[in-house]
């Protein structure tokens, strides 16, 4: 069984930092892209970031363009995401997702996920 496990998530003020990371235990696999994904109160959960290991290609959504940074390893299915002038709505849990194969970048479309780490960011 494959696990991703999530860290890195805290309480900010807004304007601030924080990286949160992201590593793959258990069963070995070999994913195609991995990425980040949050859900706000009452909210759906959304794509944030994403990065597909073939030629190293990353994926923002607009809301966090030029703000946060992915990057990773893929040998080591290990991912994070550098925040940088965190606005209060990115308070949101954090979620950590793998995929396997091509047409990633949707909720329903990655195969594995963490359980999520929560971001708060005060104003």
């Known amino acids: 069984q494959v696990q991703l496990v999530e860290s890195g998530g805290g309480l900010v003020q807004a304007g601030g930092s924080l990286r949160l990371s992201c590593s793959a235990s258990?069963?070995?696999?070999?994913?195609?892209?991995m990425g980040w994904f949050r859900q706000a109160p009452g909210k759906e959960r959304e794509f944030v970031a994403g990065?597909?290991?073939?030629?190293?290609?990353?994926y923002y959504a607009n809301s966090v363009k030029g703000r946060f940074t992915i990057s990773g390893d893929n040998a080591k299915n290990t991912v994070y995401l550098q925040m940088n002038s965190l606005k209060p709505e990115d308070t949101a849990v954090y979620y950590c997702?793998?995929?396997?194969?091509?047409?990633?970048?949707?909720?329903?479309?990655?195969?594995?996920w963490g359980k999520g780490t929560l971001v708060t960011v005060s104003s």
């Open positions: 997702a793998a995929a396997t194969s091509a047409g990633w970048g949707t909720v329903d479309a990655m195969d594995y």
């Open positions: 258990g069963r070995t696999f070999s994913s195609y892209a």
């Open positions: 990065i597909r290991w073939s030629g190293g290609a990353t």
